[in-house]
């Protein structure tokens, strides 16, 4: 059995739950440590592709602790092992409703195309609405990673999902050469479909959360970058990360919204306040 997941968290809890189910030694986890709701997927599946989204990565991805070299090799560590996956094998592909998993299932099948393998599918948005909500309590991971070990060893057992057909496979293909035929750099996930939006979608949002924090008498000048960022995580139901939130507060702060205090090098070393 081989799982199939996106981030980080994701892949190092269900490598926990099984590991806890004796299975570690029989079941192969493969996870693509990247955020597929952002960034420029066109011809991804093509070497000019692959290059044209690290050239934009590179802007998003802080390079203090050689974190982009690591994404890099990461990002070809996993497209090599699905590309290597032999024939016959049975595929288990974890995702849940966002851009993100939806975007990286879909390259994942195009990767996976003309191989003689099995596919589930398991969505943990729905099993976890299934098996886990509470009455009068409206809770929804954003994405996979948010549901604990715990929680993800009980959807396992209950079985491997959806298998997909011939056909769902097809379709789920065209939807990804639709994709990469697209140059946006960020995309949402909206009544059931990924809809690419806007680089510039979420700059107003950033602003309004920054004229609440200023209304705060300890935030009513400079703000930590940090602060304000998880604010707006904390906030938006949509999953695209902190580092492109991030990025887009710098482009703020290069079109005059924002001023800052400090060095823009990393999250941490600098605040920011909107300009009066």
Not at 154 to 175: F, P, V
């Amino acid at each position: 059995m081989i799982h199939i997941l996106f981030g980080a968290s994701a892949s190092g809890s269900l490598k926990y739950v099984l590991r806890e189910m004796g299975l570690d030694k029989k079941d192969k986890v493969i996870s693509f440590w990247d955020t597929f709701s952002i960034g420029p997927v066109w011809q991804l599946n093509e070497e000019n592709g692959k290059e044209a989204r690290l050239e934009w990565m590179k802007k998003i991805v802080t390079d203090e602790y050689d974190e982009f070299l690591d994404y890099k090799k990461k990002f070809e560590r996993a497209t090599n092992q699905i590309n290597s996956i032999p024939e016959g094998v049975h595929i288990i592909i974890w995702t849940s409703d966002n851009a993100h998993e939806q975007t990286g299932l879909r390259y994942v099948i195009h990767l996976l195309k003309g191989k003689n393998v099995d596919i589930s599918l398991i969505n943990t948005t729905a099993e976890y609405e299934e098996l886990f909500q509470v009455k009068k309590v409206k809770y929804t991971p954003l994405h996979s990673g948010e549901i604990p070990p715990e929680k993800l060893q009980i959807i396992y057992d209950k079985g491997y999902g959806k298998s997909l057909t011939d056909h769902d496979r097809e379709d789920l293909e065209k939807q990804w050469m639709s994709l990469s035929g697209s140059h946006e750099t960020l995309r949402i996930w909206r009544n059931g479909r990924i809809q690419s939006v806007p680089e510039d979608y979420y700059d107003q949002f950033i602003i309004q959360r920054a004229k609440y924090l200023h209304r705060k008498p300890k935030l009513n000048e400079l703000i930590k970058s940090a602060r304000l960022i998880g604010d707006v995580l904390g906030h938006l139901e949509q999953y695209v990360g902190d580092s492109f939130l991030e990025y887009r507060l710098r482009k703020l702060i290069d079109a005059g919204v924002f001023e800052s205090e400090g060095s823009l090098e990393a999250m941490r070393f600098y605040s920011v306040r909107l300009k009066k």
